[in-house]
């Protein structure tokens, strides 16, 4: 698995300046700028309707944006599509299950940014689909169908595919959705351990504060398509900033025999 | 006195000739004696009609009825014919339909006599209602029914005697022609094409019959599904059976010929494209009942004489 | 031999199978083992068989069998491709308006052509129809507001359908004397099929279904959506093009020949998913062989059931295909959103 922390000299695998996209006629995002250091994660929070999601997408290249997107030092748009694939890989908030098809099959679809028009799989393309499905724990699974596995376990091979694309910059879109909290911490710690393994950049979004502060190294905070805030955890998940852009009460409670966690304090009085 | 003897002599003579109409109880009228009396009332296939009078404005929505009466000298008391009425070349062709007949564009010809074939449902009500009489006259099953309707329309249009001697002089020719041919030991045999999907016709219909009359074998009449009257056979089946003659009654339709026949696969060696023995036919002639039915037997009964000729060469 | 091997080396020994039985059995009995033998020897007549049989079977039965085949495979092939490239277990062939064109063309054809070049006119109007049908579904679609989407462009061909549909029947009401003739070519036959069919169906269809053959794995990548799909690098409008155009024209062709016969590329591709698995690299092969074999044997059942008449192909196809219909829906409704 080839890592790419230091291509083109670059320290940032992504660097995103004055970032704006419109759909359907509205501002989803405007001029957002920031850069994800290569190895880090970042992760990207907000209210709903931040533009979130769209971020995620205009760096995957998959919506048209006003601004600058450079990915090792080179625009994104100078990459044509296949070799943008095999540098990023993007894990939907609800990925398409196409009922029918086994957990290899599905696992060898990341492939496909190395395969050719009309070309078929290698030795090599298998084995890096063995390996995936080792990681995550999924060789038993291989031969399933899709649609008779649970949630927690499609989490883990549509991580699988992803890890299949060997990219270097994995786009995780709410990678906890639709899991139980136990699933919920399972999938970070492994989405953490692939990601000091092989030197990949991870750039999430996360509507769970207390998880996102626990597993990300500098986070992005968006509101209405802007991004009002950006650094640390300590800079961004603070209760002034929260209650400003969620319009939640919390208390961020650090380091202590709990460890770090925002909690939602009651208007009311209370806990 | 003289006038109800030559009406009275009229009506044996009406009798006679077609046991359907009844007598005429009204006063005899000044038109010759050829002329049956009017009003005359026609037992018909739709029914009692009635006609008051001579009809002087007939419209025809049926081609061989169009035919029958310019056939029987009522030519000049037909004011129009409908779009399908081809034959004679003189008849007063219009738009009128006789599949989709419009009640309105009928009646603005002021008829006052309808004559037609297909009933698509209301039109004998339609024109009852706007005081018209209308005479159906069907497709014929059987060759007799081609003599009595020629005779129908001679009471219907006071032509009796003129329809007499077309009846007579078709029976004397298709009874010649039929004695033409001498019956071979092995009979030759036929194919009739409707259409280039291979519909074809049993000797039970009415065309089929024609056939029969001159000793032809019909290729069709063991063919399963033959209990209708019109089966679609198969390419295989019509090459296996292998017929001497070949009649295309879809010349005009789907643009058959003995050139087109003969560019089917497997056909070129059916005996009936060896030889010469297909026949185009015109598609009207070969679906009309008609005063015509003489030629299409003539034509027929040629083809068969070639045949049998070449055979015994 | 992996599974996908074998699935496909027995539909080969299905379609063979299906060849035979179609070269032997017919409205005229040829003995079995007379016709193997002038299969065997290309076509010399041998002892036991009549000229006229042997004319049957060189002229009549082997084209209408290779036609069947071709016939057979393009539709399932589209269907199958169509089903990959639109996210929808009932796409079929004439989806975008292929058969709504066709059938206007083969009408002005019989209503406004000399009725002496039926057999040139019909077919070529058919497949120009066709295609022309699809190519306005396309650019229908195409410059609506949702792009070369799927769900654009499907409205676009409903679209072109309706407004072709009703040119056509208007065209039909002003000349009734065509409505027999379009009527028993929209059924779908088989019954006047010779060499010249063949030979003009044989190159569209080929390129057309090979050209679906070497995408197969790219339809299993659609299948994820076209979000995903581009972001595993795939062009996805590309690759639909590419599908509707080698569709189109094997549809074209094949409705050139044979007419309008409908429910193969529904009732092949389910069979096949349903017995094989869903993946497109065994799905689209064993479509393009089950197809072939599937129409050879059912035009076999059209021209001997009611001897020698002959059952339009398509009413036969429609009573195999309206039980598919009702297992499509109810598969389809599974899927996990």
Redesign the interface.
């Known amino acids: 698995m080839t890592t790419l922390p230091d291509r083109n000299g670059h320290a940032s695998a992504l660097d995103v300046e004055g970032l704006g996209v419109r759909l359907g006629g509205h501002e989803i995002l405007r001029d957002v700028t920031f850069d994800v250091t290569a190895g880090s994660w970042v992760c990207a929070i907000g209210p709903n309707g931040a533009g979130k999601t769209t971020l995620l997408h205009a760096v995957a290249g998959l919506v048209p944006f006003q601004g600058r997107v450079g990915l090792w030092g080179r625009e994104l748009g100078a990459y044509p599509r296949r070799e943008r694939a095999r540098l990023v890989a993007l894990v939907t908030q609800q990925p398409v299950i196409p009922e029918g098809v086994t957990v290899h099959d599905y696992v060898l679809l990341g492939r496909t940014p190395h395969l050719g028009m009309l070309g078929t799989e290698r030795r090599s393309d298998l084995a890096a689909v063995e390996r995936a499905l080792q990681r995550l724990d999924l060789v038993w699974a291989a031969e399933r169908r899709l649609d008779t596995l649970s949630g927690g376990e499609l989490q883990r091979v549509v991580l699988a595919r992803a890890l299949a694309q060997e990219a270097p910059l994995l786009l995780l879109d709410e990678p906890t959705t639709g899991l139980d909290l136990g699933h919920q911490v399972r999938v970070l710690e492994l989405v953490d351990e692939l990601r000091r393994e092989h030197g990949l950049t991870v750039l999430s979004t996360m509507h769970d504060l207390t998880l996102a502060g626990r597993f990300a190294d500098r986070f992005a905070l968006l509101s209405q398509g802007r991004l009002v805030s950006k650094g640390s955890r300590a800079d961004v998940l603070d209760a002034a900033v929260i209650a400003e852009h969620f319009g939640a009460s919390v208390r961020v409670i650090g380091d202590g025999d709990i460890g770090w966690a925002v909690v939602p304090v009651s208007e009311r009085g209370g806990s | 006195m003289i006038h109800r003897l030559i009406g009275g002599a009229a009506a044996v003579l009406l009798l006679a000739s077609c046991g359907e109409a009844t007598i005429p109880q009204g006063p005899s009228t000044e038109e010759p004696s050829s002329t049956a009396p009017f009003p005359v009332t026609i037992e018909a296939a739709n029914g009692e009609v009635t006609i008051a009078q001579r009809p002087r404005r007939i419209v025809s929505l049926s081609p061989t009825s169009t035919e029958m009466l310019f056939a029987i000298g009522a030519g000049d008391q037909v004011e129009a014919v409908d779009d399908q009425s081809n034959h004679p070349s003189d008849a007063p062709v219009t738009d009128l ?1 006789g ?2 007949p419009n009640v309105e564009a009928i009646a603005s010809y002021g008829p006052d006599l309808v004559v037609y074939s297909t009933e698509p449902g209301d039109l004998d009500s339609a024109l009852d209602g706007l005081g018209i009489p209308a005479l159906q006259q069907p497709a014929a099953a059987v060759l007799h029914d081609v003599y009595e309707q020629l005779e129908e329309l001679g009471v219907a249009t006071g032509n009796v005697s003129e329809a007499e001697v077309v009846v007579d002089r078709m029976r004397a020719e298709i009874r010649s022609i039929a004695a033409s041919i001498e019956p071979p030991s092995e009979p030759v045999t036929y194919y009739h094409e409707l ?4 519909y074809s016709v049993t000797s039970s219909t009415f065309i089929g019959q024609l056939y029969s009359l001159v000793g032809l074998r019909n290729i069709a009449d063991e ?3 033959a209990g209708g009257g019109y ?7 019509i ?2 059976a ?1 017929p001497d003659l070949i009649f295309l009654a879809d010349t ?4 058959q ?1 003995p050139r ?1 026949v003969a560019r ?3 056909w ?3 005996a009936a494209v060896e030889n010469g023995g297909v026949i185009p036919l015109d598609d009207d002639v070969a679906s009309r009942w008609g005063p015509r039915v003489v030629d299409y037997l003539r034509r027929i009964a040629e083809a068969v004489a070639d045949v049998l000729e070449a055979k015994a060469a | 031999m992996s599974r996908r091997t074998r699935a496909i080396a027995l539909g080969v020994a299905v379609l063979l199978v299906s060849i035979v039985v179609g070269l032997l059995v ?3 009995h040829i003995s079995p083992g007379a016709a193997l033998r002038w299969l065997i020897s290309f076509g010399d007549q041998p002892s036991g068989m009549s ?3 042997a ?2 079977l ?4 082997l ?1 209408r069998v290779i036609v069947a085949g071709l016939v057979g495979a393009s539709l399932s092939a589209s269907g199958a491709a169509y089903q990959a490239v639109f996210r929808n277990p009932l796409a079929d062939p004439y989806l975008l308006g292929a058969a709504a064109g066709a059938g206007l063309g083969a009408t002005i054809a019989v209503a406004f052509g ?6 040139i006119t019909v077919p070529l109007a058919a497949f120009i129809g066709a295609v022309a049908g699809v190519g306005m579904a396309y650019g229908l679609g195409r410059s609506s507001l949702g792009g070369r989407s799927a769900t654009s462009l499907i409205l676009g061909g409903i679209a072109v359908a309706s407004f072709l549909t009703a040119v056509q029947t208007f065209i039909q009401q002003q000349n ?2 065509t409505l ?2 379009v009527y ?1 070519w929209i059924l779908g ?1 088989l ?6 069919d063949a030979r003009v169906a044989l190159p569209s269809v080929m390129v057309a279904v090979a050209t679906l053959w070497l995408v197969r794995r790219l339809l299993d990548v659609i299948e994820v959506g076209d979000l995903e799909a581009e972001s595993l690098g795939l062009n996805v409008g590309r690759l639909r093009l590419v599908v509707v155009v080698a569709a189109s024209l094997a549809t074209a062709a094949a409705v050139s020949v044979a007419g309008l016969i409908g429910f193969v590329g529904i009732i092949v591709p389910h069979t096949v998913r349903l017995l094989a698995g869903s993946s497109y690299r065994q799905v689209l092969p064993l479509s393009v062989l089950f197809g072939a074999a599937f129409l050879i044997l059912v035009d076999v059942v059209a ?1 001997t059931a ?5 059952i339009p192909i398509g009413v036969i196809t429609a009573f195999v295909g309206a039980p598919f219909f009702v297992l499509a829906l109810r598969r389809g409704g599974r899927r996990v959103a």
């Open positions: 339909s599949f989709e259409d280039d999907t291979y063919a399963k599904g089966p679609q056979l198969s390419a295989e089946y090459v296996d292998d005009k339709c789907c643009g010929s087109t089917r696969p497997g070129a060696r059916i | 017919g409205p005229v000229e006229q049989q004319a049957i060189a002229n009549l039965r084209p000399p009725s002496s070049a039926f057999a009734a004397e027999r003739q028993s036959r019954g006047t099929t010779g060499w010249d021209r009611v001897a020698p008449a002959e």
